[in-house]
């Protein structure tokens, strides 16, 4: 029998959702469910799904499926996956999962008293050229792990007419969640303390009350180092909406990945020039493809087959911890040594 999947969020990101769903054989798309009830319909129509809700907690009541996909913003996370592992749905949750400490505490206690399976959309994991580096990690081709610099920052455009919520989120949970948990994912162990820096008045210039970029020291508990930048005031006319720079070191060996402007395609009209994406998300044949869709895939054929998702809970849940110690850090200007839930 087709699982049957709900998504909850009908925005920018809920129709990447939408694609990989309507294209696999094993799932029905049944209802998106979006505040905005005309987003909602426009969706319903885009993609052929029967029911549409304004409320998830009235889609939760009424309708009977099997698993949701939550691409509400940052902030709207929490409250949703607590009433839908209670509802007993397994759910696809974009990241971060949560942006409070009590949010992610109720969470972790929904999912284990319902038994629900969950998946925070940690994308990066698949990313091709992030993941050969860590096969050849894996393979000790580098030695074991010493240090990282991870520059992962957004062009303007994200934050100025991307997301209508910029404001009510930071950067550091909207790209710096992508940044801890590979961090994490390369060293294999947890981060300690973090010491962060912050800047903030372009964008607050232009009327967005958010920082403009965050500088981290992370350190982690098998004495591991890494630096992160993650900023939204990188200049329109960078050829990737991102600017991405990895450099890992091992005890035997170094990558160093410049993801910023991948030149792959160079497209130049009597107007502009520009390096169309072929890496995070694409259509090839009709068919969707790029790193950003490969995990939303994952999670659908593991709901299909019961095979575990490759991210876990403690992942997102300690991603979102040492978030929250950062954006500590910055505010008070000192070291935050992060508080686990496990002690151990
Ligand atoms: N994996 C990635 O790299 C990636 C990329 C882009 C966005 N995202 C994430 O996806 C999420 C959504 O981003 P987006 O760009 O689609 O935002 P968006 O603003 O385009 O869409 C969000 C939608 O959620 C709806 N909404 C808000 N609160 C709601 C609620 N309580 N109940 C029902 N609907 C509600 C809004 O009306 C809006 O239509 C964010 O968490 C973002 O970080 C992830």
């Known amino acids: 029998m087709k699982k049957k999947v709900a998504i909850v969020g009908a925005g920018v990101w809920g129709r990447t959702h939408a694609f990989l769903y309507k294209e696999h054989p094993e799932v029905e798309l049944v209802a998106i469910c979006d505040q905005n009830i005309e987003k909602a319909e426009k969706f319903a129509d885009q993609f052929s799904i029967p029911r549409v809700f304004v409320d998830h907690s009235t889609m939760l009541d ?23 592992a209670n509802a007993r749905k397994d759910i696809l949750v974009e990241k971060p999962i949560a942006t409070t400490r009590e949010d992610l505490i109720r969470i972790s206690e929904a999912v284990s008293e319902n038994n629900v399976r969950i998946m925070t959309d940690l994308h990066n994991r698949w990313s091709p050229p992030f993941a050969v580096a860590k096969q050849m990690l894996d393979n000790g081709e ?13 062009v303007l455009w994200v934050a100025t007419d991307m997301l209508p919520w910029s404001s009510k989120s930071s950067i550091l949970w909207f790209l710096g969640s992508h940044s801890v948990d590979t961090l994490r994912w390369f060293f294999g162990d947890e981060v300690e303390t973090v010491y962060s820096v912050s800047s903030s008045g372009v964008l607050k210039n232009l009327g967005l009350d958010t920082t ?4 981290t020291i992370l350190t982690f508990r098998n004495g591991c180092i890494a630096s992160m930048e993650n900023s939204w005031i990188t200049p329109n006319t960078n050829p990737c909406v991102n600017d991405i720079k990895f450099n890992f070191t091992g005890s035997k060996g170094m990558v160093n990945l410049d993801l910023s402007n991948n030149q792959m395609i160079e497209c130049f009209t009597q107007n502009e020039s520009k390096h169309p994406d072929v890496l995070v998300n694409h259509f090839v044949h009709g068919k969707a493809k790029g790193f950003a869709y490969e995990s939303i895939r994952h999670f659908i ?12 809970l403690d992942d997102a849940i300690n991603t979102s911890l040492v978030v929250l110690s950062i954006l500590e850090s910055a505010e008070k200007s000192i070291p935050v040594k992060v508080e686990y839930f ?3």
């Open 142 to 154: 580098l030695g074991s792990p010493v240090s990282a610099y991870f520059r992962l920052n957004d």
């Open 212 to 215: 403009d970029i965050y500088q």
């Open 301 to 312: 054929d593991c709901l299909v087959t019961g095979d575990e998702f490759l991210i876990k």
């Open 62 to 84: 009424e309708l009977d499926f099997d698993a949701v996909s939550i691409v509400t913003p940052d902030f709207a996370h929490g409250a949703i996956v607590v009433d839908c």
């Open 342 to 344: 496990n002690s151990d």
